[in-house]
């Protein structure tokens, strides 16, 4: 059961790709790949995209010849030479073609192809490679200009298709969706390290320290103490001053050590626990860090942020089950990306002090939130909402390294239905 709620509670909720692909009429696959020298488009379209982007002749639609391939590269490099498709730090750059290929399709899925046919079923895949001028990349403007109708639309006129990509730098994966209204999309390269990406998390409070006048508060004790002792030995003695200037010498050497600071101690406090505000501050940022990590491509750096949100056995936890719900390479590469993240409903329910197994005290705090994630499958140029609601209550505490999600109990989970072919903002 615990794989079960930790699936539900972290991962978003994807259908298999095979019940929604292949899927009639022209697709395109875009994902534009940044580097420190150059950028890569990476391109794989079926010929029904294909033959809406360029002209060539062939003796069967369906199919390219031997002969007719051989005129590819010219037609694809003639088109791209005279289309400026990205746009490297504001300069113009011109691309090399490289991995031309084309595939062998199944032909039993062609039933799934009433409107295209095998042109539908057939792609080709190629690599668009624009070296930079000045390396390195920082900024990259990609635009696309071919958006043919989109056929599976119930309508005498259907509209152009909206196309779901991908951008994959600095170890991320960023999608976003390009329109005939919208044709470009424009990527910066952001400076900072791990944590610059992260949402920052509040400080814990540090102890207090209190200093006390030790060996001050001592001698002015001593100089208090022996007052009546000199009155009672002066009635004898009658050396009054001698014992005025014994006082002044104790409580003047009092005075500078406590101006000086000599002989003091410090004490320190124990740190009382958050307000419900101040828990609520915390536990926001921690939960949207949770999702940002998974943006991340390595596995190592995924790890790398999930360690600053949650803490020991639960960073593992929730890198092993949220990833394979995350991510799905299978069916052609849909990508299953967390795009939006909303808190409904947060309810600090109690704080107070833990005791670690070292017998250390920390400040903790237990939050009940409701919220919805709206993830995005991408494939084939389409981008598919899924959205699903989470009730859960969370357990955080302060660790070494700050604040730290240390366990999650869910509550409940819903899918939000909605139109399975309503555009996805991402």
């Not at 200093?211 to 009672?232: D, E, H, S």
């Not at 200037?245 to 740190?271: D, H, K, N, R, W």
């Not at 994630?373 to 209550?393: F, K, L, M, P, Q």
Request: glycine content about 6%; charged content about 25%; overall charge negative.
């Amino acid at each position: 059961m615990l794989w079960l709620a930790l699936m539900v509670l972290f991962g978003v909720a994807t259908d298999p790709a095979s019940a929604r692909h292949p899927q009639d009429g022209p697709h395109v696959d875009l994902r534009v790949v940044v580097e420190e020298t150059r950028v890569v488009v990476r391109v794989e379209m079926n010929l029904v995209f294909l033959d809406s982007m360029v002209e060539l002749e062939r003796e069967d639609p369906a199919r390219i010849s031997a002969e007719e391939w051989a005129e590819v590269p010219f037609v694809l490099e003639d088109h791209f030479l005279n289309q400026e498709v990205v746009r490297i730090n504001d300069d113009r750059a011109e691309p090399e073609l490289e991995a031309l290929q084309i595939n062998d399709p199944d032909l039993r899925l062609l039933p799934l192809f009433p409107v295209s046919g095998e042109r539908g079923l057939r792609k080709i895949r190629f690599e668009l490679v624009y070296p930079a001028e000045a390396p390195p990349v920082d900024r990259v403007e990609f635009v696309w200009l071919t958006y043919p109708p989109d056929i599976l639309k119930d309508l005498p006129d259907p509209p152009p298709i909206a196309i779901a990509a991908e951008v994959i730098a600095d170890g991320l994966r960023i999608p976003f969706v390009i329109s005939a209204d919208e044709p470009s999309y424009n990527w910066y390269r952001r400076d900072g390290d791990l944590e610059s990406r992260l949402a920052p998390v509040p400080t814990p409070p540090t102890p207090r320290e209190t200093t006390r006048p030790a060996l001050a508060i001592g001698l002015l004790i001593l100089g208090l103490a022996c007052m009546p002792v000199w009155l009672i030995i002066d009635r004898s003695t009658r050396r009054f001053g001698l014992w005025v200037a014994i006082e002044a010498t104790i409580f003047g050497a009092a005075t500078m050590a406590f101006v000086l600071g000599v002989g003091t101690y410090s004490v320190q406090e124990s740190v009382s626990p958050p307000t419900a505000d101040q828990a609520e501050a915390v536990f926001r940022p921690l939960h949207q860090n949770v999702y940002r990590a998974f943006d991340y491509e390595e596995e190592t750096k995924i790890y790398e942020a999930l360690e600053r949100a949650a803490d020991g056995e639960f960073v593992d936890l929730l890198y092993r089950m949220i990833f394979r719900g995350l991510v799905m390479e299978e069916e052609g590469g849909a990508v299953a990306r967390i795009a939006r993240v909303r808190p409904l409903d947060i309810e600090v329910l109690e704080t107070g002090v833990e005791r670690a197994e070292d017998g250390n005290e920390w400040p903790a705090f237990r939050v009940r939130c409701r919220w919805q994630v709206d993830g995005v499958v991408s494939h084939w140029g389409h981008a598919h909402a899924r959205t699903n609601e989470y009730d859960a209550i969370w357990s955080i505490s302060e660790r070494p390294g700050g604040w730290r999600l240390t366990g999650a109990e869910v509550v409940s989970q819903d899918r939000v239905e909605i139109d399975s072919d309503e555009e996805f903002e991402l």
